[in-house]
């Protein structure tokens, strides 16, 4: 797995990619809102795996493998966005996320470190 400082490199955008769905600017972050989105174990995981495995510049909720149902993980995945964690964009039914580096970091330098060396509990 990559070291935090290699997880925290911004991928760039491609081009001709849709408008992201509504989402906070870098100054209406709030630590609050951040810090209690990833109080959930399964959000904190999502943001971690989003962060340290990507190989593309987003990834649809299925490339996860997690064994929720859909409505549950569009909850987590809809606070996670609302909070200003992730960025997400819709491709037809399918929407694919990635974390906001650029913008935790200059926002909240050092959080996304914390997150990168955070070790999961079980599966």
Do not use: N
């Amino acid at each position: 797995m990559p070291s935090a400082a290699t997880a925290a490199r911004e991928l760039p955008e491609p081009p001709g990619l849709p408008a992201p769905l509504p989402e906070p600017t870098v100054a209406d972050l709030r630590l609050e809102a951040v810090l209690g989105a990833l109080s959930d174990p399964l959000r904190l995981r999502i943001v971690r795996k989003l962060l340290l495995e990507r190989e593309e510049f987003d990834h649809p909720c299925g490339w996860l493998g997690l064994d929720r149902p859909k409505s549950s993980l569009t909850h987590h995945f809809k606070a996670l966005r609302e909070a200003g964690l992730i960025r997400q964009r819709q491709y037809g039914l399918e929407r694919r996320s990635h974390v906001r580096v650029g913008d935790l970091d200059a926002r909240f330098p050092g959080l996304l470190g914390l997150v990168a060396d955070w070790t999961p509990d079980g599966p």
